[in-house]
């Protein structure tokens, strides 16, 4: 059988990543969008970047509007200055969020009318050329021919997809990481777990997307920890509006004390790339689709989400493929050669349960969402779920009322 395998044209990772990649950068044109959100301004992650294109001649103009995961109001923000500007690319500072913003914004900028008229098409043809520079350990956007875009009007997060989206140029440089929050280092480490865990369970897996969503779990669960542990914040604080008893401590991997902090980075920098460049050719499954209603309904962080529904999903849909799930047991040192695949796949579930846990991943009336706003949603949640394609890819078969017994079983507990 034969495979096709896609990842951006060029990738520059690893420390100093940026300054190599600034000749390639000032190769994509003469002016560029620099797509961002008003946190990389008070980081000084923009001024790391603006600087280089400065010195290397290149024009540019910001575009900091990017103030929450990305919505069809944020994408005709920034193609107005894109048009105004007369900018020929785009950059892109920031996590998920801006790096989204700027591919929706390429498709508008070539395509013409609103981001969602391509809700449910395929995006072809040429867009301008697309520098990613990712400031977080997760979303694999960078590295990826999608776009999660809100249509506000319709209270959808629209899985938009095509090989134009794919980013010229990714330049994954852990210095960007390093002042990431508990709060982000969690939600985006947990965003990469699901990514390759789903892509290494997916129907669409491939020997090549395999090798590296394996060694992406290896990773996560290696070095996850230790960034959260050293953010220097309190962990109570992990999640913004998280609700979660001060006593509340996770059993699971806990962080090695041998592992600098910077080197824990690095590491997960290099995990989020090969996560998303796995699931980019073999896709997600069953998390990823039932995580985007949540996030659309009840504003929910992307990462937060997936987390919240990891080991539920898991759970439910593991049996049949156990094999695989095992595979991913014995990878991380959770169980060896002597457990069946059963008990091998049910203890890397276990471990994903511990990792969130250590994370302080709330539930979702933990996170404050109210328990009868949830069940009242889960029909429009099931019927967007299984829309988005996603958990059609999973090795059950999963039909509606599947899907909405997941969604009940997050809030089950708390009757």
Request: proline share 6%; with cysteine; charged share 20%.
């Amino acid at each position: 059988m034969a495979y096709t395998f896609i990842m951006p044209e060029r990738i520059f990772y690893g420390e100093g990543a940026l300054e190599q990649a600034v000749p390639a950068i000032a190769g994509c044109g003469s002016r560029a969008l620099v797509v961002t959100d008003p946190v990389m301004t008070k980081l000084g992650s923009l001024e790391t970047v603006t600087a280089k294109l400065g010195q290397a001649g290149v024009g540019y103009v910001i575009f900091q509007g990017v103030t929450g995961e990305p919505t069809d109001k944020m994408v005709e923000a920034g193609w107005e200055v894109w048009n105004r500007e007369q900018c020929d690319f785009l950059v892109a500072v920031g996590g998920g969020s801006p790096i989204d913003t700027m591919k929706a914004i390429g498709v508008v900028a070539a395509k013409g009318g609103s981001i969602n008229d391509w809700y449910g098409r395929e995006i072809t043809g040429i867009l301008p050329p697309m520098v990613a520079i990712p400031t977080t350990s997760g979303t694999g956007s960078e590295a990826t021919q999608f776009t999660i875009i809100t249509n506000t009007g319709a209270d959808i997060k629209m899985l938009l997809k095509g090989r134009p989206l794919m980013p010229r140029i990714a330049v994954v440089d852990p210095r960007f990481t390093q002042t990431a929050p508990p709060a982000v280092t969690a939600a985006t480490g947990l965003d990469a777990l699901c990514h390759a865990a789903e892509a290494y369970t997916s129907r669409k897996a491939q020997p090549m997307t395999d090798t590296l969503a394996v060694s992406a779990v290896r990773r996560i669960f290696r070095y996850l920890p230790v960034c959260f542990r050293e953010t220097g914040q309190d962990s109570r604080e992990a999640v913004q509006g998280a609700q979660i008893p001060a006593d509340s401590q996770g059993a699971g991997f806990g962080p090695d004390p041998r592992i600098p902090a910077q080197a824990a980075r690095m590491e997960m920098s290099l995990a989020a790339l090969e996560a998303g460049i796995a699931f980019n050719n073999a896709s997600v499954t069953v998390i990823h689709g039932m995580s985007r209603p949540i996030g659309a309904l009840f504003h929910v962080p992307h990462g937060v989400s997936n987390a919240m529904l990891l080991s539920a999903c898991f759970e439910y849909v593991y049996r049949e493929a156990a094999d695989r799930f095992a595979d991913l047991g014995r990878a991380i040192g959770a169980a060896d050669g002597s457990d069946t695949d059963l008990e091998a796949a049910g203890k890397f579930i276990s471990a994903c349960r511990k990792l969130c846990q250590d994370c302080r991943i709330p539930t979702p009336e933990a996170y404050g969402i109210d328990r009868e706003a949830f069940l009242e949603k889960i029909p429009k949640m099931t019927e967007d779920a299984l829309a988005s394609g996603s958990p059609a890819n999973t090795r059950k078969e999963l039909d509606a009322e599947d899907i909405a017994a997941i969604y009940r079983s997050l809030v089950q507990d708390s009757v």
